[in-house]
């Protein structure tokens, strides 16, 4: 819903900045899901990440393949063992297909939760930034989701610029 609305707003304004284009209105355009994908703290954050889920996804890739070699005796022996050994096989292959699935959805579970609460931080600078842009070059209004824009109030990569050295100003 504050998603609507701020798209809303948007378009008012814009709309209302049509109106007042005489006046020399400037609007800039930022793509936020590019600095959250190509800006140097979010691609920190993606290897921090890497780093704190590494063991459990090395675990999670090991039990893979062994329920693809487990699937894969199953199917070549299948037609040529004894019906118990069979079953046997097939439970313990589905036991631990089971307990796969379940260690795989926690751990996605997890990590975007633990990616949901580092990008925030990201974003959060990333919105600090963006306004240091705006006040240093006198933008009226900043827009981040729109239908269409013109690349040439593109301002993501001064912002991804930004974001890398934050102990440069924003520069024209």
Do not use: W
């Not at 899901?33 to 889920?53: G, N, T, Y």
Request: with cysteine; hydrophobic share 40%.
């Amino acid at each position: 819903m504050s998603r609507f609305l701020f798209v809303l707003l948007s378009c008012l304004a814009l709309l209302n900045g049509v109106v007042h284009a005489a006046d020399g209105m400037r609007v800039g355009f930022v793509n936020a899901d590019k600095i959250m994908r190509e800006s140097a703290p979010a691609l920190r954050v993606q290897k921090k990440l890497d780093k704190e889920f590494e063991k459990r996804d090395a675990d999670l890739q090991r039990v893979a393949k062994q329920l693809q070699t487990m699937q894969d005796a199953l199917e070549k022996n299948s037609v040529t063992m004894p019906e118990s050994e069979r079953r046997t096989r097939e439970r313990n292959f589905n036991d631990l297909n089971r307990e796969f699935q379940r260690k795989r959805r926690e751990y996605l579970e997890d990590r975007n939760q633990r990616q949901s609460e580092e990008m925030s931080g990201v974003l959060d600078r990333a919105n600090r930034v963006i306004k240091q842009v705006a006040e240093a070059e006198k933008y009226d209004l900043i827009v981040q989701e729109v239908v269409y824009f013109n690349p040439a109030i593109d301002i993501t990569d001064k912002v991804i610029k930004a974001l890398a050295d934050p102990v440069a100003p924003p520069t024209k």
